[in-house]
Nanobody, 124 residues
Framework: QVQLVESGGGLVQTGGSLRLSCAASGRTFSNYCMGWFRQVPGKEREFVAGIGWSGYSTKYADSVKGRFTISRDNAKNTVYLQMNSLKPEDTAVYYC?????????????????WGQGTQVTVSS
């Protein structure tokens, strides 16, 4: 079992930045690929970014490439999402998730563990 707790969400103006954190506890953090997803009411939860065990492999949704950066610190059992140049369409609840896959995957199903989410609101 892996427990995930997100933090760092909030209200920011267009063009601003936020850094989300996800603290993990339970099983060995470095054994898991980690992902960030987001969801707005009435829409499917969508993949934002993912990172492999070592941190060298990353994937991003096209909508956030060049603006968001995912990273991890295995010594601190934490994964981060640095979000720059934020847009109103980035407004959503952001979820951290853990997958036992050996490669970074972009769909929800492989991610067995989820945090409770943190709200990000970008005002225009």
């Amino acid at each position: 079992q892996v427990q995930l707790v997100e933090s760092g969400g909030g209200l920011v103006q267009t063009g601003g930045s936020l850094r989300l954190s996800c603290a993990a506890s339970g099983r060995t953090f470095s054994n898991y690929c980690m992902g960030w997803f987001r969801q707005v009411p009435g829409k499917e939860r969508e993949f934002v970014a993912g990172i492999g065990w070592s941190g060298y492999s990353t994937k991003y949704a096209d909508s956030v490439k060049g603006r968001f950066t995912i990273s991890r610190d295995n010594a601190k059992n934490t994964v981060y999402l640095q979000m720059n140049s934020l847009k109103p369409e980035d407004t959503a609840v952001y979820y951290c998730a853990a997958s036992g896959s050996s490669i970074v995957l972009t769909t929800r199903t492989p991610y067995a563990y989820w945090g409770q989410g943190t709200q990000v609101t970008v005002s225009s």
